[in-house]
C-alpha cells in the first residue's frame, strides 16, 4: 500500500469494517463510501457465497437497514503486506432491538490506492457471553 504504514493498515480496516455495517448515509450516499473504500474489482466470500461490488453493496445496504448501531471488536490481527486477517467480534443492536454478536475471521487485500480488493469470511452467531469469552485470545 503506498504511503501507508502497518499501523494505517491496522487501524484503516477495522474503522472501514465498522463504517460499512455501523454507517449511516447522513454523512454521503453508500455509493461515495464506497468509491472511496472499495475498489472497482472487489470480490467478497462470505460463507460459501461471492458477492461483486455491486452485490455487495446491496447486501450492506441491507444490513445497514437491519441494524441500529453496534461496534466492531479486533480480536486478533495480523498484516503481511497488503494483506491482512483477523478475528473480529460484531456487537450488533438490531432495529428490532435487543443485542447480537456475531464472530468473524476475515482476510483481505488492500490495492496501492487504499481500497479493498478482496475479503473472505467465515461468520458465527455468538450465542452468550460464555462462548463470547471463550473467543478472546489470552
Known sequence: MTGQSQTQLEEFF???LSMLFFGNEEHGPLEETFDEIIAPRFR??????TYGRVE????????????????LEVLEQVRQGNRIAG????????AGGGEACFESHITGEVDDEGRITRLSEVARV?????????????
Do not use: K
Open 14 to 16: 477495522p474503522a472501514t
Open 44 to 49: 467478497q466470500r462470505v460463507n460459501g457465497r
Open 56 to 71: 455487495y453493496l446491496s447486501h450492506v445496504r441491507e444490513m445497514r437497514a437491519t441494524v441500529t448501531g453496534g461496534t
Open 87 to 94: 478475528r473480529y467480534l460484531f456487537h450488533v443492536t438490531p
Open 126 to 138: 455468538v450465542e452468550d457471553a460464555d462462548d463470547s469469552d471463550l473467543n478472546r485470545p489470552r
